[in-house]
Antibody
Framework: EVQLVESGGDSVQPGGSLRLSCVGS????????MNWVRQAPGKGLEWISY??????YYADSVRGRFTVSRDNAKNSLYLQMNSLRVEDTAVYYC??????????????WGQGTLVTVSS | QSVLTQSPSASGTPGQRVTISCSGS????????VNWYQQLPGTAPKVLIY???QRPSGVPDRFSGSKSGTSASLAISGLQSEDEADYYC???????????FGGGTKLTVL
């Protein structure tokens, strides 16, 4: 079974740091691009980062504060979050970027991990 | 403010057909495929439609997708109570170099 499991969510104060992890299983992790998507309480989905074997992209809302990385030997994806703000409070999902011919989509998604930024 | 525009809500009665729309621009829907995700209450999103109109295995054929120009639509026929969920459209944006989502449409089955 293809599966993603996130961990690392916690409650932190504004200005603090946190590192999220996502472990993949049931597929060849290194062959896929990966993404982080977040969802603030009661709000919609917001893409925040993409990483392939050679390319990294960030949403403007997190660029310069968040760093995405991966360790293919450990089938793991990471998100280092620094200078956290109250508005970063959200459930953070990792998602594999499935592909076929010229199309890509997110499948599967992890179960999500909650990050709360509050004083 | 989401890059892709969706109506915040939609509703229908069991057995009815409902359509959810998604409007974008030349840099996203106009040149890239649209994907649709379903998020049931309290769960992670799951792909419903990919590449504009393709259904993953396991998704009922009651769900269909279409695209024209810079707009896309998700149609649900034979509406069922278990279809009550939030639906999101998404596409890659070549100008932003990132994925963009619609704000989501909350579907209520009356």
């Amino acid at each position: 079974e293809v599966q993603l499991v996130e961990s690392g969510g916690d409650s932190v104060q504004p200005g603090g740091s946190l590192r999220l992890s996502c472990v993949g299983s049931g597929f060849s992790f290194s062959a896929y691009s990966m993404n982080w998507v977040r969802q603030a309480p009661g709000k919609g989905l917001e893409w925040i980062s993409y990483i392939s074997s050679s390319t990294i992209y960030y949403a403007d809302s997190v660029r310069g504060r968040f760093t995405v990385s991966r360790d293919n030997a450990k089938n793991s994806l990471y998100l280092q979050m620094n200078s956290l703000r109250v508005e970063d409070t959200a459930v953070y999902y990792c998602a594999r970027e499935a592909y076929y011919r010229n199309s890509e989509w997110f499948d599967p998604w992890g179960q999500g991990t909650l990050v709360t930024v509050s004083s | 403010q989401s890059v892709l525009t969706q109506s915040p809500s939609a509703s229908g009665t069991p057995g009815q057909r409902v359509t959810i729309s998604c409007s974008g621009s030349d840099s996203n829907i106009g040149i890239n495929a649209v994907n649709w995700y379903q998020q049931l209450p309290g769960t992670a999103p799951k792909v419903l439609i990919y590449s504009d109109n393709q259904r993953p295995s396991g998704v009922p054929d009651r769900f269909s997708g279409s695209k024209s120009g810079t707009s896309a639509s998700l149609a649900i026929s034979g509406l069922q109570s278990e279809d009550e969920a939030d639906y999101y459209c998404a596409a890659w944006d070549d100008s932003l170099n990132g994925w963009v989502f619609g704000g989501g449409t909350k579907l209520t089955v009356l």
